[in-house]
Protein backbone atom coordinates (compact mmCIF):
# COMPACT_ATOMS: atom_id res chain seq x y z
CA UNK A 1 0.00 0.00 0.00
CA UNK A 2 1.29 3.49 -0.79
CA UNK A 3 2.28 5.62 2.29
CA UNK A 4 -0.32 8.33 0.97
CA UNK A 5 -3.45 5.96 1.25
CA UNK A 6 -2.24 4.92 4.42
CA UNK A 7 -1.79 8.87 5.81
CA UNK A 8 -5.39 9.24 3.96
CA UNK A 9 -6.99 6.58 6.25
CA UNK A 10 -5.24 8.01 9.27
CA UNK A 11 -6.76 11.14 8.60
CA UNK A 12 -10.07 10.09 7.76
CA UNK A 13 -10.26 7.82 11.11
CA UNK A 14 -8.74 10.55 13.21
CA UNK A 15 -11.35 13.01 11.64
CA UNK A 16 -14.21 10.35 12.82
CA UNK A 17 -12.95 9.85 16.00
CA UNK A 18 -13.09 14.28 16.19
CA UNK A 19 -16.82 13.80 14.97
CA UNK A 20 -17.92 10.73 17.16
CA UNK A 21 -16.18 12.35 20.56
CA UNK A 22 -17.83 16.00 19.90
CA UNK A 23 -21.20 14.16 19.24
CA UNK A 24 -21.20 12.08 22.30
CA UNK A 25 -20.79 15.49 24.40
CA UNK A 26 -23.49 17.30 23.05
CA UNK A 27 -26.99 17.09 25.25
CA UNK A 28 -30.53 16.25 23.92
CA UNK A 29 -33.76 17.93 24.54
CA UNK A 30 -35.67 14.80 26.04
CA UNK A 31 -38.00 14.13 28.80
CA UNK A 32 -38.01 12.13 31.86
CA UNK A 33 -38.94 8.81 30.52
CA UNK A 34 -35.58 9.13 28.41
CA UNK A 35 -33.84 10.04 31.40
CA UNK A 36 -34.62 6.81 32.95
CA UNK A 37 -33.74 4.59 29.60
CA UNK A 38 -30.32 6.54 29.35
CA UNK A 39 -29.35 6.92 32.59
CA UNK A 40 -26.27 9.53 33.39
CA UNK A 41 -26.75 11.47 30.05
CA UNK A 42 -26.78 14.78 29.89
CA UNK A 43 -30.09 15.98 28.83
CA UNK A 44 -32.33 19.38 28.04
CA UNK A 45 -35.51 18.60 29.81
CA UNK A 46 -38.70 21.36 28.80
CA UNK A 47 -41.23 22.00 31.23
CA UNK A 48 -43.21 23.65 33.69
CA UNK A 49 -42.76 24.90 37.76
CA UNK A 50 -45.03 22.52 40.03
CA UNK A 51 -45.86 25.71 42.07
CA UNK A 52 -48.53 23.45 44.34
CA UNK A 53 -44.89 21.59 45.64
CA UNK A 54 -43.29 24.77 46.22
CA UNK A 55 -39.21 25.58 45.56
CA UNK A 56 -36.51 25.45 48.47
CA UNK A 57 -34.00 28.22 49.03
CA UNK A 58 -32.23 29.54 51.93
CA UNK A 59 -29.50 31.43 51.29
CA UNK A 60 -28.37 31.99 55.56
CA UNK A 61 -28.06 27.84 55.16
CA UNK A 62 -26.58 27.40 51.91
CA UNK A 63 -26.74 30.08 49.20
CA UNK A 64 -26.00 27.50 46.79
CA UNK A 65 -29.05 24.41 46.72
CA UNK A 66 -32.18 25.65 45.21
CA UNK A 67 -34.74 22.70 44.47
CA UNK A 68 -38.32 22.49 42.74
CA UNK A 69 -40.56 20.41 41.33
CA UNK A 70 -40.88 20.23 37.37
CA UNK A 71 -43.29 18.36 34.94
CA UNK A 72 -42.29 17.48 31.95
CA UNK A 73 -44.11 17.09 28.60
CA UNK A 74 -45.33 13.72 29.19
CA UNK A 75 -46.84 15.09 32.79
CA UNK A 76 -44.22 13.15 34.68
CA UNK A 77 -43.03 15.08 37.77
CA UNK A 78 -39.40 14.89 39.37
CA UNK A 79 -37.51 16.53 42.12
CA UNK A 80 -34.67 19.30 40.80
CA UNK A 81 -31.58 19.95 42.73
CA UNK A 82 -29.27 23.00 41.22
CA UNK A 83 -26.33 23.81 43.36
CA UNK A 84 -26.40 27.19 42.60
CA UNK A 85 -28.38 30.32 43.90
CA UNK A 86 -32.29 30.56 42.71
CA UNK A 87 -32.41 32.25 39.35
CA UNK A 88 -33.69 35.78 39.66
CA UNK A 89 -37.81 35.73 39.06
CA UNK A 90 -37.66 32.51 38.77
CA UNK A 91 -41.28 32.19 39.79
CA UNK A 92 -42.44 34.65 36.89
CA UNK A 93 -41.30 31.86 34.70
CA UNK A 94 -43.85 30.39 32.09
CA UNK A 95 -41.61 27.40 31.17
CA UNK A 96 -37.97 26.13 32.15
CA UNK A 97 -35.35 24.34 30.80
CA UNK A 98 -33.04 22.08 33.01
CA UNK A 99 -30.08 20.78 31.53
CA UNK A 100 -28.37 18.06 33.22
CA UNK A 101 -29.27 14.57 34.40
CA UNK A 102 -31.12 11.82 36.48
CA UNK A 103 -30.06 10.76 39.68
CA UNK A 104 -32.20 8.25 41.04
CA UNK A 105 -35.61 9.98 41.43
CA UNK A 106 -33.98 13.53 41.33
CA UNK A 107 -32.98 15.79 38.57
CA UNK A 108 -29.50 17.17 38.68
CA UNK A 109 -29.44 19.97 36.96
CA UNK A 110 -26.22 22.03 35.81
CA UNK A 111 -28.06 25.23 34.58
CA UNK A 112 -31.73 26.52 34.23
CA UNK A 113 -33.20 28.33 31.25
CA UNK A 114 -36.41 30.63 32.05
CA UNK A 115 -38.99 31.74 29.71
CA UNK A 116 -40.58 34.74 31.25
CA UNK A 117 -44.10 35.43 29.43
CA UNK A 118 -43.99 39.57 30.34
CA UNK A 119 -40.55 39.68 28.66
CA UNK A 120 -42.78 38.37 25.02
CA UNK A 121 -46.01 39.93 25.36
CA UNK A 122 -46.96 43.27 23.85
CA UNK A 123 -47.83 46.08 26.08
CA UNK A 124 -50.73 47.61 25.63
CA UNK A 125 -50.61 51.45 24.72
Not at 81 to 101: C, H, M, S, Y
Amino acid sequence: MKPRYIIALVFIAAAMVAVFSIYGKTSTYANFQYCNEHPGKEVHIVGMQVKDSGTYYNPKENPNYFSFFIKDENGIVRKVELLDTKPQDFEKAERVVVIGNLDGEVFKASSILMKCPSKYNKTKV
